[in-house]
């Protein structure tokens, strides 16, 4: 059974702290990607990688970074966490698809993160 | 950035057949329609993915028309385990811009 796993379900810090989110997937993967839930805005792309080392910005990737050291594992950082980053944070992986677009993206259970 | 725009809830009855349109006026060329499913506490699951016309699989059909602005979900006979949220996907090459998604209820 193909995993996308995130390291913390529920996670709460301070305004200010670093935040680490891990994503690690078994699917031998090369894209990977990040996103934030929030109601009535669906799901928003912050940062995306096609490949080990690889990164492209998304849609809303100001205040964040990413890492991706080894093809399995993808890590969101909050460099410098604020309560406007209270949010879902959904973490996908899939192969390239035909045209330029991508097969079935697999997601992980989500990680709710609270900035105090 | 191109925006992709779907109804906020919709609701229906068991054994109904439920269609879900949404609307991507600026759609490129290249561009593929995927639709996901979503339940509480759980991330989203595809259900179906396509370029033009008709696509169909074993749980839901995709209607494309031929100008590709639009498309439409459509899910045969519900049952109360479809109640959930449904997403349309706007993909093509580095991009990926999700509609807010549609909140479908299904009652008894």
């Known amino acids: 059974d193909v995993k996308v796993t995130q390291s913390s379900r529920y996670l709460v810090k301070r305004t200010g702290e670093k935040v680490f989110l891990e994503c690690v997937q078994d699917?031998?993967?090369?894209?990977m990607f990040w996103y934030r839930q929030d109601p009535g805005l669906g799901l928003r792309l912050i940062y995306f990688?096609?490949?080990?080392?690889?990164?492209e910005k998304g849609d809303i990737p100001e205040g964040y970074s990413v890492s991706r050291e080894k093809k399995e594992r993808f890590s969101l950082i909050l460099e410098s966490a604020s309560t406007n980053q209270t949010s879902m944070y959904l973490c996908a992986s899939t192969e390239p698809g035909t045209g330029g677009s991508y097969n079935e993206q697999f997601f992980g259970p989500g990680t709710r993160l609270t900035v105090l | 950035l191109a925006k992709t725009t779907q109804p906020i809830s919709m609701d229906s009855y068991e054994g109904q057949e439920v269609n879900i349109t949404c609307s991507h006026n600026?759609?490129?060329?290249?561009?593929?329609i995927t639709w996901y499913q979503q339940f509480p506490s759980q991330g989203p699951r595809f259900i179906i993915q396509g370029y033009k016309t008709k696509v169909t699989n074993e749980v839901a059909s995709l209607f494309i028309p031929a100008d590709r602005k639009s498309s439409t979900l459509s899910l045969p006979r519900v049952s109360l385990s479809d109640t959930a949220v449904y997403y349309c996907l706007v993909e093509g090459f580095q991009k990926l811009v999700f509609g807010t998604g549609t909140r479908l209820l299904v009652s008894p």
């Open positions: 699917m031998d993967h090369e894209n």
């Open positions: 600026n759609i490129a060329t290249n561009d593929y």
């Open positions: 990688s096609y490949d080990v080392k690889m990164k």
